[in-house]
């Protein structure tokens, strides 16, 4: 394949899985799975409203609960994955806010860096346009290479999934990520991004008008962001690698449960606080400060350029009493329990291991038809 078809597809990857196809099946209303997926792609497309969770099971099948007849479309196909993958192209996102200005996220690239050379299964779900679905569970594969989900409204919980790459766009709604690792992406025009238990090799997150929340998680690599809105990151570790935290208008609170050097700033009226039971070595003046903790650790920057700044050990969540200035993102850290209860009308489905197994599934290999050219999804 010639490099300027290479970054064709790695431009278009996230949202249309480009390669030369072998075979496909489609299916529509009655068919609800598909089986013989190893390791596959897997795109699931919503453009109206949704409250969609995707989880992980040991089979090789992809299965689609709760959805109304006739809502979704279920395609596969088997692609060829091409050896020269440029970094996916993730399209710039923009929102207006209450006195209609606009918020622009600007386009960025990101490395896919689990999927690799040769044939690989793609299954793509897509609901059609103008259909406003209430509670959609899709179950994949645990060993899926690629996922990337798309949502217009509602919500977008991704539980179990580690060993792969996610790519997960939502424009207005909440995004969840519990016991989640791997590489990934997360996107939220309006509404917040919750990560709970999870363990990232490497995490890119941004919103335009909403909060990032993470409690009890390990990252090697992350960088977060957000425009209007606070950034939280409570009672997590970090191994060497990037860490980055920055909102330009809200405040940005970390807690670490081990060793750690930040580097803080806070522009405008905004200040920098520390609160540190264990050792440390704070040095803290004009709105900047450092601080080594335990010894020193993994670097950690985090930067409000209108909010203040929080470092701290621990977790702010669990402290009975906190100074004044510290009330603010301690009672953030309570709200999320509101925000992570079910949407009206969710409805609890068993877990992976009981779903029965899924009826009229599609060919796990049906036979090769031959067509000119190459195959676009």
Request: proline share 8%; net charge positive; with cysteine.
């Amino acid at each position: 394949m010639r490099i300027g078809r290479a970054r064709d597809v790695a431009r278009m990857l996230p949202f249309v899985i480009v390669a030369s196809s072998l075979s496909s099946g489609v299916a529509r209303a009655d068919v609800s799975s598909v089986d013989g997926a190893n390791a596959p792609i897997v795109r699931i497309q919503i453009p109206g409203q949704a409250n969609l969770t995707i989880r992980t099971w040991d089979r090789p099948t992809v299965l689609v609960e709760g959805a109304e007849s006739g809502a979704f479309v279920i395609e596969r196909h088997t692609n060829r994955v091409p050896a020269m993958l440029p970094p996916t192209l993730i399209r710039l996102g923009q929102i207006k806010t209450a006195d209609g200005n606009s918020i622009t996220l600007p386009a960025e690239s990101f490395v896919v860096s689990t999927l690799p050379a040769g044939q690989r299964t793609a299954v793509v779900v897509r609901a059609e346009p103008g259909r406003e679905l209430g509670p959609v569970t899709i179950t994949i594969p645990a060993d899926t290479a690629l996922l990337a989900a798309n949502v217009g409204r509602g919500s977008l919980a991704l539980r179990d999934y580690k060993d792969g790459t996610f790519i997960l766009h939502l424009h207005s709604g909440t995004a969840q990520l519990d016991n989640v690792g791997g590489d990934g992406f997360v996107q939220v025009l309006r509404g917040p991004v919750i990560a709970n238990d999870s363990n990232f090799s490497r995490l890119r997150a941004r919103t335009a008008i909403g909060a990032l929340i993470f409690e009890r998680c390990r990252s090697r690599q992350i960088e977060a962001t957000s425009v209007n809105g606070n950034i939280v990151y409570d009672g997590g570790t970090f191994d060497a690698g990037l860490a980055r935290f920055d909102s330009t208008s809200g405040n940005v609170a970390i807690g670490v449960g081990g060793p750690a050097q930040f580097g803080a700033r806070a522009g405008g009226s905004g200040k920098v606080y520390a609160l540190f039971d264990r050792r440390a070595q704070v040095d803290n003046r004009d709105g900047e400060a450092t601080a080594v903790v335990e010894g020193g650790g993994p670097v950690i920057n985090a930067t409000s350029g209108g909010g203040n700044v929080y470092l701290y050990d621990g977790s702010l969540r669990t402290r009975a009493k906190v100074p004044p200035e510290w009330r603010a993102p301690q009672a953030l850290l309570r709200r999320v329990n509101v925000r992570n209860a079910a949407p009206p009308g969710a409805r609890e489905l068993p877990t992976p291991r009981e779903l029965p197994k899924p009826r009229q599934p599609l060919p796990a290999n049906p036979p090769p038809k031959p067509r000119p050219g190459r195959k676009f999804l």
